[in-house]
């Protein structure tokens, strides 16, 4: 049994976001960028991403800043995104960084376009240019999946295909059987990843069932199935909208930022 391949896969698949994760994910982007330009001021900032990163990114808010859409997370990661911090790429941001950002946008630094159309459905292009220099990175396939990075037009960094190739193969019953002896029998104590994932989930959900977000989908699900709280009444609801209550209401707070 693959038991420590399945360990990898689960640390590589559950990864904390800070916010939700299309616009958090131009913003790691572009963090990488800067990182790449140099520590001269910025010039401009063009990103290149599909039309689903944009979708995602209009109608959701960035984390601490009550701001939409991916040209401000592009300047936001640019400004003051920590790039060695993956998807929490924006824990850090001060009030300087947000509001050197909102002037970044305001003068027409930040310009994008559409991705061509044979890139990945999950593609996020970022070049940052300062004075004398330039940065480069392209996410995508996974949004902190770094594919290149590019220093002064020169390549730095690129990613090995064969990794992407091997991620996108269908699941055999083999594998079904595989992960079923993985599930059934690995040691409890090796899954702190998956305790991890749990009381996040349960901390996110619970602050949208009892703070106002969005249109509250979560508190209006509960309300309409006489579901009062936690811990789970099964006398008052069935378990399946219990949960779809609480995934809502997860939704709801995370999509607010």
């Known amino acids: 049994m693959k038991e420590e391949y399945y360990l990898e896969q689960l640390e590589e698949e559950l990864v904390v976001a800070l916010g939700c994760t299309e616009p958090v994910a131009v913003a790691y982007a572009a963090a990488l960028a800067k990182k790449e330009a140099g520590p001269q001021e910025i010039e401009s900032i063009h990103l290149k991403a599909s039309v689903n990163i944009y979708k995602n990114a209009i109608g959701v808010f960035i984390p601490g800043t009550r701001e939409m859409g991916a040209g401000i997370a592009a300047a936001l990661g640019a400004t003051g995104g920590l790039p060695d911090h993956g998807l ?132 209006a699900i509960a309300c309409s199935h006489g579901i009062k709280g936690k811990p789970f009444d099964k006398k008052s609801a069935s378990i399946s909208d219990y949960c779809a209550a609480r995934t809502a209401a997860a939704s709801d707070a995370r999509m607010a930022g």
Request: charged letters at 25%.
């Open 88 to 219: 929490q790429v924006l824990e850090g941001l001060t009030e300087e960084d947000i509001t050197r950002a909102r002037e970044l946008c305001a003068r027409g630094a930040v310009t994008s376009s559409p991705a061509p159309p044979d890139t990945p459905s999950l593609y996020i292009d970022v070049l940052i240019k300062t004075r004398n220099h330039s940065g480069r990175a392209v996410v995508a396939w996974k949004h902190d999946l770094v594919m290149e990075l590019e220093r002064d037009g020169e390549l730095v960094f690129v990613n090995d295909i064969s990794q992407i190739q091997e991620m996108s193969s269908a699941i055999t019953p083999d594998d079904l059987r595989e992960i079923w002896a993985f599930v059934s029998t690995v040691d409890t104590d090796r899954l702190d990843i998956i305790r991890q994932a749990v009381l996040l989930n349960e901390r996110i959900a619970e602050e949208g069932m009892t703070t106002g977000y969005g249109l509250e989908v979560g508190p």
